[in-house]
């Protein structure tokens, strides 16, 4: 049943010095030229869109790394006054017993 099967015309670059005449040699370079262009077409648009998905994961991330920035400074500013508050809660009643 192998014997039956049917060759099938695969694209892909093939070898044309085998060819013997020039009209079948330049369709078999104009063939190469062809499939290395739809190659080289297909690549670049799957190269575009991988650039163009990291470059929505680049700016997600600025936005969470903007959002996690300003978490930051407020838990270091409200820890900073917490410190000032108690800082004064200290000094406050040393100064009313000193002032007896």
Not at 25 to 44: A, E, Y
Request: hydrophobic fraction near 35%; aromatic fraction near 0%.
């Amino acid at each position: 049943m192998r014997g039956n099967a049917r060759a099938q015309d695969v694209p892909g670059i093939e070898i044309c010095t085998v060819e013997k005449t020039m009209e079948r040699r330049t369709s078999c370079l104009q063939s190469n030229v062809d499939f290395l262009m739809k190659t080289i077409t297909k690549l670049g648009a799957d190269h575009r869109q991988k650039l163009d998905a990291a470059s929505r994961q680049i700016e997600a991330l600025k936005g969470a790394l903007a959002s996690l920035q300003k978490t930051v400074d407020d838990l270091q500013a409200a820890q900073q006054k917490a410190a000032e508050d108690s800082k004064k809660k200290a000094d406050a009643p040393a100064g009313k017993d000193g002032a007896k």
